[in-house]
Antibody
Framework: EVQLVESGGGLVQPGGSLRLSCAAS????????MHWVRQAPGKGLVWVSR????????SYADSVKGRFTISRDNAKNTLYLQMNSLRAEDTAVYYC????????????WGQGTLVTVSS | NFMLTQPHSVSESPGKTVTISCTRN????????VQWYQQRPGSSPITVIY?????PSGVPDRFSGSIDSSSNSASLTISGLKTEDEADYYC?????????FGGGTKLTVL
């Protein structure tokens, strides 16, 4: 069974930092690109970042570029999101997600971790 | 980049059929797969349709997906509505850019 379990969320002051983790199991983690998606309270889903299978290629939404860093440790089956210079507008539930494998398996989502940026 | 537009809300009675649209504003809807996610209050999204019209195991066959090139849109159809189907539904696709989501549609079953 595919499982994605996020952790590391919490309350942080504006300008602070936080590192999110996503522990993956039930599939060959090193074979999949991985994504972070966030959802502000009462709002829709917004793509944040993605990383390729070996971590050599990353992409970011303009709103987080230069502040967030995605990474992965395939030996630990874990995805990370380092978030620096946090702003109030970064307040959201952050989900890690595994994309589909064409013709094989659908996308999967974790349960999410809440990040609150407030003084 | 392109945008996906969904109706803000739809409502229908139990047992009826509802269709939620997702219109792509540039580029062909058929060029890249469309996924549909269901999100119940307080829960994370789950995939109900992927690759335009494929249902993951465990998703009832009351859920179906399609694309229409003439209107450049995708649709999620839920038949035999149940109160448990009440949720937010998001379409998602991609091209050279990473994931693009529709704004979400709130389905009320009343």
């Amino acid at each position: 069974e595919v499982q994605l379990v996020e952790s590391g969320g919490g309350l942080v002051q504006p300008g602070g930092s936080l590192r999110l983790s996503c522990a993956a199991s039930g599939f060959t983690f090193s074979s999949y690109w991985m994504h972070w998606v966030r959802q502000a309270p009462g709002k829709g889903l917004v793509w944040v970042s993605r990383i390729n299978t070996d971590g050599s290629t990353t992409s970011y939404a303009d709103s987080v570029k230069g502040r967030f860093t995605i990474s992965r440790d395939n030996a630990k089956n874990t995805l990370y999101l380092q978030m620096n210079s946090l702003r109030a507008e970064d307040t959201a539930v952050y989900y890690c997600a595994r994309p589909l494998a064409v013709g094989i398996t659908p996308p999967y989502w974790g349960q999410g971790t809440l990040v609150t940026v407030s003084s | 980049n392109f945008m996906l537009t969904q109706p803000h809300s739809v409502s229908e009675s139990p047992g009826k059929t509802v269709t939620i649209s997702c219109t792509r504003n540039s580029g062909s809807i058929a060029s890249n797969y469309v996924q549909w996610y269901q999100q119940r209050p307080g829960s994370s999204p789950i995939t109900v349709i992927y690759e335009d019209n494929q249902r993951p195991s465990g998703v009832p066959d009351r859920f179906s997906g399609s694309i229409d090139s003439s209107s450049n849109s995708a649709s999620l159809t839920i038949s035999g509505l149940k109160t448990e189907d009440e949720a937010d539904y998001y379409c998602q696709s991609y091209d050279s850019s990473p994931w693009v989501f529709g704004g979400g549609t709130k389905l009320t079953v009343l």
